[in-house]
Every structure is written in C-alpha cells, then in structure tokens.
Nanobody, 119 residues
Framework: QLQLVESGGGLVQPGGSLRLSCAAS????????IGWFRQAPGKEREGVSC????????NYADSVKGRFTISRDNAKNLVYLQMNSLKPEDTAVYYC????????????WGQGTQVTVSS
C-alpha cells in the first residue's frame, strides 16, 4: 500500500527549530519529486519546498528561503524539512506529497503534521 507519513511537528517558540520527516511505504522516495506544503487555518494550501527526483534540484517559497532546508536520506527512504528561525506565521499543518516534477501535480499526500509557533 502506498503511503506517506509526516512526523516531527509540535509546539515551538518563535526563533526555534523543528525537523519534519516524510516517510514512504510502498515506493522509493528518491524516484519521485517530493514537495512540502502547508495550510494555515482559513488560508489556502501553499507550497513550501520541493526536491526533484534524485534531489539534484531544490526550491523554496520566498517566505522560507534561508530558514528552511529540504533534504533526502535515501538509505532510510526519508525526506526532511529542517525549519529554523521559526515565526508565528509558519504555524500550519505541513504535508508532504510525491510527484514527477516539482512544478507538476502530486498524486499521493500524507495526513499532515501540525506545527505551531507561539510563545
């Protein structure tokens, strides 16, 4: 069964850090583009970051550039999103999803993990 599962969310103070993980079962993450998305209450879902097939290309939303880093651990079949210097506006449910291209559509999504940035 194909499945994506996010983990690592939680409550953190402004300026803090979290590392989200995206784990796959039923397929190999490195054969797909993997995107991180987020959705805050009352807002549309937005793309946060993406890593291309094989990880050669990464991109970031302007709002997170310089603060977030996407990476792969192919041995563990994981994709990470390291989030530093977190701000209250980063509060959202974060999802990972797989696709063929970062600018294409994504066909499998995880259930999401809540990130709350608050003092």
């Amino acid at each position: 069964q194909l499945q994506l599962v996010e983990s690592g969310g939680g409550l953190v103070q402004p300026g803090g850090s979290l590392r989200l993980s995206c784990a796959a079962s039923g397929f190999t993450l490195n054969y797909y583009a993997i995107g991180w998305f987020r959705q805050a209450p009352g807002k549309e879902r937005e793309g946060v970051s993406c890593t291309s097939i094989g990880g050669g290309i990464t991109n970031y939303a302007d709002s997170v550039k310089g603060r977030f880093t996407i990476s792969r651990d192919n041995a563990k079949n994981l994709v990470y999103l390291q989030m530093n210097s977190l701000k209250p506006e980063d509060t959202a449910v974060y999802y990972c999803a797989r696709g063929r291209l970062c600018r294409g559509s994504f066909d499998y999504w995880g259930q999401g993990t809540q990130v709350t940035v608050s003092s």
